[in-house]
């Protein structure tokens, strides 16, 4: 289906129900049962529910994984391991560009600052988080209220269990729940794939199918320096799926905004994207022609390289989505829809009120200072460090409750691993980086801009960029560490230059966020909850929530799909990946690695290599593990097609597809391409 027979199709199914067959990203308290029992005939155990709950797991850097062995093997993407893969390699030893293979449990490597995370306990804290709010005499007051409350549920439950203990929002303010993790900071590197494998096709062909790529990567959790015994993993199912068989994903979906109002989907439209695009072009133009220079600045930059490349080419999609007039038709109709049923009722209409018209005026102001939030930022590995400490020292004096987000104590954890990590910090690629956000922002921003006197205090921002990276300690995590003990004496002591810098920048870049969080997040916030209410209350709990970086459950069919005039196999398999390959005379990005020609000879060309299904995915599921009815993994997701990046705002089904790695190549691969045979039995149990 070519995209403007898609998006005619989509503009005919205006008035279609709220809730498309295979939509939605299900909470685990909340699972689809009854679309499965009406459209499959299936019906989920809480004894399934549990065991695939166990056995999944988040990796807090971004993205999804399972435990596959019970010896505390996690299958993920390589895609999502590169960060760690990237942190391994040197310029001697190029994990990304040769692959890695552990030969024992002693030549695991260990992953600096990873942490994975099990979704362990659930507990709804809404009429908590309410009841706090619902006290407040104004909008501000009553975020403050709620904030300190999230805090107290927090600190409680982590103090009680020792488990990482965050309060996750759903449905935007509707409901509020306790989500308990058991973490897992010792993680070890098993085996990555080449690069070339991973990725084949390159950028040209990401977001597209059909595929042929092996995006897969194992890693190991330790506890106490021996491998984790898991009690819960997902048996590997070398056959993988029939034809139309169902599925489903166990994952952690970052962010999706089905359920925002018409006047945010606008701003996002209108201001967000716009200028989001327009920054990762120039940040992808700047990532090449550094690359370009040497060896190892390509090697420092490959990482950063493809998250941009990645996260560039999936905004273009949902923007061009969001731009279609027959999605905003749509959007407006289901919007209409829910509206005029509240004002049909008399009780509804008086607890809405005008939470509606709050939220376009929100975003009213939140237009007004978009550029200076925009393009106040610097965004680099040492900027990052740098104000991680100059915030702490601030934020550590206050009461937990009145603290930011990763500074409360149910966070620090988190925070330290990341400071304190001892993963290398490039100086040349930060100089470029903290170079390019200065020169935006001199760009964009007027020349007497607080942001832009502090920043530069009168020079360039390539003298600015030489100046702080050059004089910094802030590449040594020592460093870091002693002046996060210090505290505020030892950060106001301190003429570390990138410290200096963002002392003075982060107090305007904390004005404009509170200015935000006044006028534009208590104000949606406090509206959403009663827009939620209102919601709850017209079509149930019958609609799945937005995705919060949490576990969810979706489902849906292996099936293929139309595309303008012809159809769109199911599956690929190991003949069309050197169908592929030979057809553009192996020139890259379309060349075969090199394990995978020298192996040629002793593979079965007819494997299953990648395929889709109609499940419901969005970023944030790369690396979740495909599930059949039995409860063992049948395949990875590692993307979606490019009819699917619209997903963010609304799920058609018509040729939306989730993308996954085979089981079968999986195995396959491990035994015949890279002489990993021992992985391949741990997975075969």
């Not at 989505?321 to 049909?344: Q, V, Y």
């Not at 060309?605 to 063992?632: A, E, F, H, Q």
Request: net charge negative; aromatic share 8%; glycine share 6%.
């Amino acid at each position: 289906m070519s995209t403007r027979v898609f998006w005619s199709v989509l503009a005919m199914g205006v008035l279609m129900p709220i809730l498309a067959a295979d939509e939605g990203m299900w909470t685990f308290h909340n699972p689809p049962k009854k679309a499965l029992k009406d459209k499959y005939g299936v019906e989920l155990t809480q004894e399934w529910l549990d065991h695939v709950r166990l056995s999944s797991v988040r990796f807090n850097s971004g993205g999804s994984g399972s435990f596959v062995s019970a010896d505390g093997l996690v299958l993920t993407n390589h895609h999502v391991a590169l960060d760690s893969i990237h942190k391994l390699s040197t310029d001697d030893r190029n994990l990304l560009a040769d692959g890695f293979v552990a030969k024992t449990r002693a030549e695991e490597l260990k992953v600096p600052d990873l942490e994975l995370n099990v979704l362990v306990g659930m507990e709804d804290v809404t009429a908590r988080v309410h009841g706090a709010a619902a006290k407040a005499a104004n909008a501000e007051d009553a975020e403050k209220a709620r904030k300190a409350e999230i805090s107290a549920i927090e600190k409680d439950a982590r103090e009680k269990g020792g488990l990482r203990s965050n309060v996750v929002t759903l449905y935007q303010g509707g409901e509020y729940w306790l989500y308990q993790y058991k973490q897992f900071t010792d993680v070890r590197l098993v085996f990555a794939v080449d690069e070339q494998a991973a990725f084949f096709g390159g950028d040209p062909d990401n977001f597209t199918y059909p595929r042929w790529c092996f995006d897969y990567a194992l890693v190991r959790a330790y506890e106490n320096d021996a491998p984790y015994k898991a009690a819960h993993f997902l048996k590997f199912d070398g056959a993988g799926p029939k034809e139309d068989e169902l599925v489903f994903v166990s994952g952690h979906p970052g962010r999706t905004e089905r359920l925002m109002t018409m006047a945010q989907l606008a701003y996002r439209r209108d201001q967000s994207y716009p200028r989001t695009l327009e920054l990762q072009k120039r940040l992808c133009d700047m990532l090449h022609a550094y690359s370009r220079e040497s060896a190892s600045a390509a090697l420092e930059a490959q990482d950063q390289v493809r998250t941009m490349e990645n996260s560039l080419k999936a905004n273009t999609g949902a923007y061009e989505g969001l731009m279609s007039p027959a999605l905003f038709d749509r959007k407006i109709a289901l919007e209409n829809d829910l509206r005029s049923r509240i004002a049909a009722d008399a009780k509804l209409k008086a607890d809405v009120g005008d939470a509606f018209e709050q939220i376009e005026r929100a975003q009213a102001v939140a237009t007004s200072i978009a550029d200076r939030m925009s393009y106040s930022r610097i965004r680099s590995a040492l900027a990052t460090h740098a104000q991680n400490l100059v915030r702490y020292a601030d934020e550590i004096e206050k009461p937990n409750g009145e603290r930011l987000a990763p500074f409360r104590d149910s966070s620090l954890d988190s925070l330290k691993l990341g400071l304190f990590s001892a993963a290398p910090v490039h100086r040349g690629l930060e100089e470029r980086m903290i170079r390019f956000a200065l020169e935006v922002a001199k760009e964009k921003l007027p020349p007497e801009d607080p942001f832009l006197i502090a920043a530069l205090n009168g020079k360039s921002p390539a003298e600015v960029a030489a100046a702080v990276v050059a004089g910094t300690k802030l590449t040594d995590a020592a460093e870091r560490q002693r002046l996060f003990e210090g505290k505020r004496a030892a950060i106001e002591a301190s003429d570390d230059p990138m410290i200096v810098m963002m002392r003075k920048i982060d107090a305007i870049t904390r004005q404009l966020e509170k200015r935000t969080e006044d006028e534009v997040t208590a104000v949606v916030t406090a509206a959403q909850a009663k827009i939620a209410a209102a919601r709850f209350a017209v079509y149930g709990r019958d609609v799945a929530p937005d995705a919060t970086f949490t576990l969810r459950l979706s489902f849906g069919t292996a099936s293929g799909y139309e595309e303008d005039t012809t159809l769109v196999p199911w599956k690929t398999t190991l003949y069309g990946l050197f169908d592929r390959a030979l057809s553009f005379s192996n020139r890259e990005p379309f060349n075969l690695s090199k394990p995978f020609a020298a192996a040629a000879k002793d593979l079965d060309l007819s494997t299953p290599v990648n395929y889709v299904s109609t499940c419901d995915i969005i970023g944030g599921n790369s690396g979740s593990p495909t599930i059949n009815v039995k409860g063992d993994l049948v395949g990875l997701i590692f993307d979606g097609n490019i009819q699917s990046l619209p997903n963010n705002f609304i799920y058609a089904n018509a040729a939306d597809r989730a993308v996954h790695v085979h089981t079968a190549a999986i195995l396959h691969s491990l035994e015949k391409v890279y002489g990993a045979g021992h992985i391949a039995a741990e997975l075969r149990g």
